[in-house]
């Protein structure tokens, strides 16, 4: 079960309350141009209204860029990638070009979230694997039909980590042009991860924010989707 592939990673930085952040949203334009270069949507928000609306944001055909006054979420879509190595080094880049923008503001904390899909044949073998590597008694019911955990621990001393597993059923459909209607073409199911690797343990410890905490994360989390598998996930072997 180490086999997977990797359908998302996100960016995640959350920084003091910046009022004037839609004053930005062409620099971040300009800056973000190489692989954002759809127009973006800046919404006409008084600038005292709540913080968590989006301010301005981008989607392009695999990518998408969310920014309101307290945080700023980049989205990479990567739908079906393995290799782990061309992931990251496309990532980087993306984090390298967001960085300096970032860093202008007063930063908390970052998190780096990976959303993981390991494939099975049936439900059968989904609760088998969940009845196996949680312990978790409801496991042993044979009337079980869904079934998810999360948990959230430090990691190395520094960080949290906040996992995410669940059962997840996606259906394919053809176009049939000739009837005008979708015919159901296949069915995927499996188990899906999502990994959350955040420095904000680091922020209740009044530890300073620094840029280096950008390649930081990013090693530490890389690292980790590497060396670990599902039955890490599921039973908490999460340290490295």
Known sequence: MTNFIIHSVQLISVYDRNYDIRKRAFEFEKALMPFLRKPYKITAVPDNENPEIPRFEAIDHNCNLVVNQVRSTFTQLFEEHTKIDLVRELFHKRIDTLKPLMMKEKLQFIAIIFELKFFFNNNDEIFEVFKKYTNASVTN????????????????????????????????????LKEQIAEKKSKKIGIGVTLDLNTKLSFQNKIPFDDGLFQEIEDKAFSLITKRSLEDYLGGEIDL
Do not use: G
Request: glycine share 0%.
């Open 141 to 176: 019911k044979k009337d079980l039909v869904e079934f998810s955990l999360f948990f959230a621990r430090p990691f190395i001393s520094k960080y949290y980590l906040n996992v995410t597993s669940t059962r997840f059923q996606e259906l394919e459909f053809n176009l049939n």
